[in-house]
């Protein structure tokens, strides 16, 4: 009878992988998202009385899903408010409950009152607002953003920071790219771009995502044959207890 | 005749047992880390069948995933690592991670060095493990982790938290050079081949026990209805 139900964990947790795979290949062009990888792990209940050891079998489990921070591939688009971050930091962005949260995703535009925003329209933090009469907008590697106005002159507006995390793994995800800091991955660690390796920002570039889409394939064809397998299983451990039935005829 | 349906019984409950690790082994099959469990009928105690689980310690294939948190150990070898109440585990699964302290864990266990303390590094990039185990921050040596080598006949307890408990005296300094390898994922080494074939062996096997009970069944009724003419 346990049979039935190690083979439905098994299969359960392929499941969960599959919808992983599914969510990484389906972001493969979305800016700055970073692929998700699940952890799985044995589950069994272990009886040691000093002498015996006696494993009762129970599946597998996806103990927790984790995102992996490698750097994405750097892209020219030519838009003057796309940022790339080039190195471990994320830009600070105040969300609509007035936290604030991190992003990777550099893409940036000027809403209607002039303030700095990324694609969701949650405003950068520090916050910037972009004069109206502004022809161009420059970002320098260091993040300064100075405005290019109508009558020639140039105006600094203010500068993006940069934050870091000690175990970037541990951020809890919000969803839209956007994370939040919590007691796993550390307090952030707030600095000038450029410094500390933190990063330093690329003007007209976006950071792809990290997705490696012939690893997802792999992963995904691989899954698929191990759920098959498991329930090849379930139809032998049927089978047996079918045959248990059967002695009485 | 009765004691012939006992022992096709008993048979028959091993039998399941051993698909019930098929099973485990088979919903594991994808879990990286997990080492394959075989199940051995050993004898008879008090008329109940007596089983001995064993797990297979050798390497599964190894990938290289370009993590500076994933490594792989030689067949024998493992991490001594701690846990909040200072009880020394043993872990074999190289899915490290790290603590907001910068601390290097695995499942909330602190991974500790030679010298008895956890190992703290500030940034992952720039954090290397060499083949013997010393930790390296921008080419300063920040510890060395603490691998240890089981001995052939030590004694080693899986736990639930995914680590191993191995007695003192199992385990010895590594004997080898190269014990540790860093951006590289192990595979589960259950073999699928082997266990479907295991599986097919175990089908037939229960299935042949079964018909034993029933040709003994058979033999029981015939000899009522014999000594009944009497």
Known sequence: MRALWVSGSGMAAEEQKLDLIANNMANMNTVGYKFQDAFVQEMSQVDDDGKNVQINPAGSYVASTSRNFTQGAIASTGNSLDVAINGDGFFEVTLPDDTTGYTRGGQFSVDANGSLVTKDGNKVYPDVTVPPDTTSITINTSGQISALKNDGTTQVLGSFELAKFINPGGLTDEGGGIFKPNANSGDPVVDAPGNQGIGTLQQGYTEGSNVDLSTEMLKMMLTQRSYEMNTKVLQTTDQMMSLANGIKR | ?230
């Open chain 2, 1 to 230: 005749m009765d004691n012939g349906i006992r022992i096709s019984a008993d048979a028959m409950t091993v039998k399941m047992q051993q698909h019930e690790i098929t099973a485990q082994n088979t919903a594991n099959i994808d879990t990286d880390y997990y080492k394959s469990k075989d199940l051995f009928f050993v004898d008879m105690d008090d008329g109940a069948p007596q089983t001995v689980e064993t797990t297979d310690f050798s390497s599964g294939p190894v990938r290289n995933t370009g993590n500076p948190l994933d490594v792989t150990l030689g067949k024998n070898y493992f991490l001594k690592a701690e846990d909040g109440s200072g009880s020394a585990y043993y872990i074999k699964d190289g899915r490290l991670s790290m603590n907001s302290s910068g601390e290097l864990t695995f499942q909330g266990m602190k991974i500790l060095n030679t010298s008895g303390t956890s190992i703290k590094i500030n940034s992952l990039s720039g954090f290397k493990i060499t083949k013997n185990g010393s930790c390296m921050e921008n080419n300063e040596v920040v510890g060395k982790l603490d691998i240890v080598q089981a001995g052939a006949s030590a004694r080693i307890v899986p736990q639930d938290n995914g680590a191993f408990k191995i007695d003192d005296d199992g385990v010895a300094a590594p004997a080898g050079y190269s014990l540790i390898t860093q951006g590289m994922r192990e595979g589960s080494n259950v073999n699928r081949v082997n266990e479907m074939i295991k599986m097919v062996n175990t089908l037939n096997s229960y299935e042949a026990n079964q018909k034993l009970i029933q040709a003994n069944d058979d033999a029981v009724e015939k000899a009522i209805a014999e000594f009944g003419k009497f």
